[in-house]
């Protein structure tokens, strides 16, 4: 069993690996991306168990764009079917639901279909599940050092710490991720969470995303929990 004293606040996950856990099968890739969501379903619901209060998951990147317009479709449908099959879940959990990345790439009906979910479950406090959609590490802080400037062109004596720039990225309020984690066995982070993952544990497995279960992601608690964390200091 995880010990309570280290649980990470905040877990992220890269998951991937979905196209290959089809292939294995003989099965199209978007059957991996279906049988995927079954470990969104697992890992959520073993956080809020294990008090983890944020969980946040890699679901699309900026580079996912251009893949088959055929598999792009297939995920978008997939999060719109899986927004409306959630919400008992994320409810009965106390969840609270929030999308971040470059929402105007989404099609109005998806975005607003998320809007409706994350009013709905603004709410909820046992943990914020949240999910990176359209999203890429260079475009957040792009995105926020462009809004930073204009700020700084109307307050030119203004100095701006690490701290203040986190308030300019979408993940403003949200602690950093205590632990990332990459299924698949790629070793990379994959233009994920540039600045907020500067003291993140990183933990690989080759696992592939739709076999990563309550299992292994307890495993992976058990592992951050024997890390040493020194943030550059002497202990
Ligand atoms: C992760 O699985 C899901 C997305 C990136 C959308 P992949 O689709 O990347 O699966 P592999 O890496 O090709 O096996
Ligand atoms: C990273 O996986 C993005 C997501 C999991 C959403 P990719 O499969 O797109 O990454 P690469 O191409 O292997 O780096
Ligand atoms: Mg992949």
Not at 53 to 60: C, D, E, Q, R, V
Not at 79 to 100: A, H, I, P, Q
Not at 184 to 195: A, D, P, T, V
Request: charged content about 30%.
């Amino acid at each position: 069993m995880t010990t309570d004293k280290n649980i990470p606040v905040h877990v992220s996950i890269i998951m991937d690996g979905n196209g290959r856990w089809a292939r294995e099968r003989g099965q199209e890739r978007v059957m991996g991306h279906i049988a995927g969501v079954k470990s969104v379903r697992a890992c959520a619901e073993e956080s809020v168990r294990q008090g983890v209060k944020y969980l946040s998951l890699f679901a699309f990147s900026e580079e996912n764009w251009g893949r088959p317009q055929a598999e792009v479709d297939a995920l978008m449908k997939l999060m719109m079917k899986s927004l409306s099959d959630e919400v008992g879940t994320l409810m009965d959990n106390g969840v609270r639901f929030v999308v971040l990345g470059n929402r105007k790439r989404l099609s109005e009906t998806l975005d607003s279909a998320i809007t409706q979910l994350e009013k709905m479950t603004e709410g909820n406090q046992a943990m914020t599940l949240i999910v990176f959609l359209s999203y890429s590490g260079k475009w957040d802080i792009l995105q926020a050092a462009r809004r930073m400037a204009e700020e700084i062109a109307a307050d030119p004596g203004k100095v701006v710490s690490p701290e203040d720039f986190d308030s300019y990225l979408v993940t403003a309020g949200i602690p950093d991720p205590d632990l990332i984690i990459r299924t698949s066995g790629e070793q990379r982070i994959s233009n994920y969470l540039l600045w907020q993952g500067a003291y993140s544990e990183f933990l690989f497995t080759d696992v592939l995303w739709p076999d990563f279960h309550e299992e292994q992601y307890r495993a992976a608690l058990d592992e951050y929990a024997k890390r040493d964390r020194r943030y550059g200091k002497v202990k």
